[in-house]
């Protein structure tokens, strides 16, 4: 990342060296500097969070060019954004470029770090008191996308894209094999890239573009074990004999590509009538081939028999089309009076097979005796589709005064046929089968504004005649309210308020959500140098459902709850040259997972000169999670910068 990061501050100050010469103008600001972390507790948890680091850190940068000479040039405008390049986890940089008459250039570049290390989250032996989760993630992202059109504002304008994505990382996970689960070590690596080539056009009142683009993706992910890891999760043994681990290794490799179609078209039918339509379209084809090699002490209830080694090997093929078209009618029927009207229609299909082929070696049955290796070979097909078919309307009036209504009505139907092999069914009942699934959508709302005052209040209900999946409700409500009074420059006050319900009663299933939230912000300015913001919210969320237990099939209650208050508090102060301010918020859940987080900061910020300026930071945290101490933590983070602007 240093290197990385190098490299691009380079290129940024020669882009600053190179648009400054002729008769160009130029505009740019600098923000760089160097931030520290110091954390006791739980670095892990803070890097799941948070993930700042220490080290350098371009906070901002933006260079704005023009270039009004005439005679031959590279270009007559450019604009460089860049911000979080360096020790943030999140980092961007945004070229925008061209020449009148000849085209437009954009290239933007992101760099994204994951981490994922919570002691609680997929740990199978957390009621057992091992803290440690199982199941980590340190991944690291970096994607480029550059778009360019020739000859802008022409009649026909050529488009040509370009996409790259690399996302890469180790990470652990667990595996279960021979009656016991076994922690592992996991690489992944996987890179994609999309050309797009197209043509835009000004037909008229018309406007629009078809694309045809080519997606190309590599995936590598291998496992190996964990250094000290094969004793496995579970210490009893399996009819007398203890399961243990003493080697694997497992590779899988992926690859595919998907031709991908866009096409968009926006205009007038007639006076205060327009038209705007999109489709997409892609194919998806892919090949899976995995490999895995395990011995030890281990045993199968498949085969009722012990085993001392077993060698896997996967053979995948998965192909998915789908399109989505849709149209919308935007029409003024009067002066005032609004009318939007759509039709959208979406198609999915899904067809892929398997085969997986076992050798399990040394093998003897449970009484001990007979000996032999044993081979299976496992096939399986699976095909899916899903059709959804919406319409929809949408009627606003603005002529009453203060006053604006608006109503929409729409209608979805969904069709799915699921064709599941027999090898993949686990449950009873089996999985497949033609469903079909209505809904109807009906929303309204009103907002009104008087003087300083706003008011806004919006309504939206789903009514569903089945469930596809475990998870789709059969009613979903939404009531929303919005206010916003000021007081000339004194106060603003700002209050939402929310309440969602949604049920699914069908014997088996017993869904039923309930989800409120409620803030207030109130912005206080006595003079012009002083500002003070004052914020408190609840959230409270209320779920249940059946769900089946994985280790027995078993159908019991599931009950999840939320109930959180968030208080906040800051100041800031500014004369001159000169800038302060601090903030504290504290944010506090009594739910399933009960916490705290307090969070404190302050800033100073000064302008040496017209042109230099200092900041320093800071900010911390405290992290505490009131059943699982283990994942608690103070983080304390200082940042110092430097900033140069003309």
Avoid at 112 to 132: H, I, K, M, Q, R
Avoid at 156 to 185: A, K, M, S
Avoid at 393 to 406: E, F, I
Wanted: charged share 20%; proline share 3%.
């Amino acid at each position: 990342m240093a290197k990385r990061f190098a490299y691009i501050v380079g290129l940024l100050l020669i882009a600053c060296w190179a648009s400054t010469g002729g008769a160009q103008t130029t505009q740019f600001s600098l923000e760089l500097g160097y931030q520290w972390t110091s954390i006791s507790g739980n670095e892990d948890v803070f890097r799941s969070q948070v993930n700042e680091q220490p080290g350098v850190l371009l906070r901002s940068f933006s260079l704005t060019s023009f270039d009004s000479s005439s005679g031959s040039k590279l270009f007559d405008r450019m604009r460089i954004d860049a911000a979080g390049l360096g020790a943030s986890p999140d980092g961007r940089l945004l070229v925008d470029a061209g020449l009148a008459g000849a085209y437009n250039l954009r290239l933007v570049y992101r760099h994204g770090e994951y981490f994922n290390a919570l002691p609680d989250f997929a740990n199978p032996l957390l009621g057992s008191g091992v803290v440690l989760g199982q199941h980590t993630m340190n991944r690291k992202t970096d994607s480029m996308d550059l778009d360019v059109e020739l000859i802008p504002g022409h009649t026909l304008t050529p488009l040509v894209g370009y996409r790259w994505v690399h996302t890469t990382g180790p990470g652990q996970t667990t595996y279960h094999i021979g009656q016991d689960e076994f922690q592992l070590n996991d690489n992944f690596s996987v890179t994609s890239q999309e050309v797009r080539v197209g043509l835009g056009f000004h037909l008229g009142t018309f406007a629009g573009s078809i694309q045809q683009g080519w997606r190309f993706f590599d995936q590598t992910d291998t496992t190996s074990l964990l250094a000290g890891a094969g004793g496995g999760n579970n210490t009893k043994p399996v009819l007398g004999q203890d399961i243990t681990l003493s080697s694997f290794t497992g590779s899988a490799n992926s690859s595919g590509t998907t031709p991908i179609t866009t096409a968009y078209v926006s205009g007038m039918l007639a006076n205060r009538v327009r038209l705007v339509g999109s489709y997409v379209r892609a194919d998806f084809k892919s090949d899976t081939t995995g490999d895995e090699l395990a011995s030890g002490d281990l045993a199968s209830f498949k085969l009722a028999r012990f085993y001392g080694g077993r060698s896997e090997s996967v053979q995948s093929k998965a192909e998915t089309e789908s399109w989505r078209g849709d149209a919308r009618v935007e029409a003024e029927l009067l002066d005032g009076i609004e009318l939007i009207a759509g039709y959208a229609k979406q198609h999915r299909a899904l067809d892929g097979w398997a085969t997986i082929s076992d050798l399990y070696t040394d093998t003897i049955n449970f009484s001990g005796a007979d000996p032999k290796d044993v081979s299976t070979l496992i096939n399986a097909q699976t095909a899916m589709t899903r059709d959804d078919e919406a319409v929809e309307a949408k009627v606003t009036v603005r002529n009453l005064g203060p006053v604006q209504l608006w109503a929409a009505y729409s209608k979805i139907n969904q069709d799915v046929n699921v064709t599941p092999d027999a090898a993949e069914i686990v449950v009873p009942g089996g999985q497949g089968g033609s469903y079909s699934r209505d809904v109807d959508r009906t929303s309204a709302g009103v907002s009104a504004v008087f003087s300083d005052l706003r008011l806004g209040l919006d309504w939206k209900k789903d009514d569903a005649d089945a469930a596809i999946v475990r998870t789709d409700f059969l009613n979903l409500e939404r009531w929303r309210a919005r206010l916003n009074w000021t007081a000339g420059k004194l106060l603003q006050l700002v209050g939402t308020a929310e309440q969602i319900t949604g049920d699914n009663p069908t014997p088996g299933i017993d869904e039923d959500l309930t989800v409120k939230h409620y803030a207030a912000d109130l912005v206080v300015t006595p003079v012009e140098a002083l500002m003070v913001r004052l914020g408190y919210g609840v959230y409270k969320a209320d779920s249940t459902i059946i769900i089946r237990r994985p280790q027995d099939f078993v159908l019991e209650p599931w009950l999840y709850t939320e109930d959180g208050t968030s208080t906040d508090a800051a100041v800031s102060y500014k004369h001159g040259r000169f800038a302060v301010g601090a903030a504290y918020t504290k944010f506090k859940n009594t739910g399933n997972q009960p916490l705290n987080l307090d969070r404190t900061n302050a800033y100073v910020d000064v302008d040496l000169t017209s042109t230099w300026g200092v900041i320093a930071q800071y900010d911390k945290r405290k992290y505490e999670q009131v059943a699982l101490p283990i994942a608690n933590y103070d983080a304390n983070w200082y940042g110092f910068f430097v900033r140069w602007r003309n």
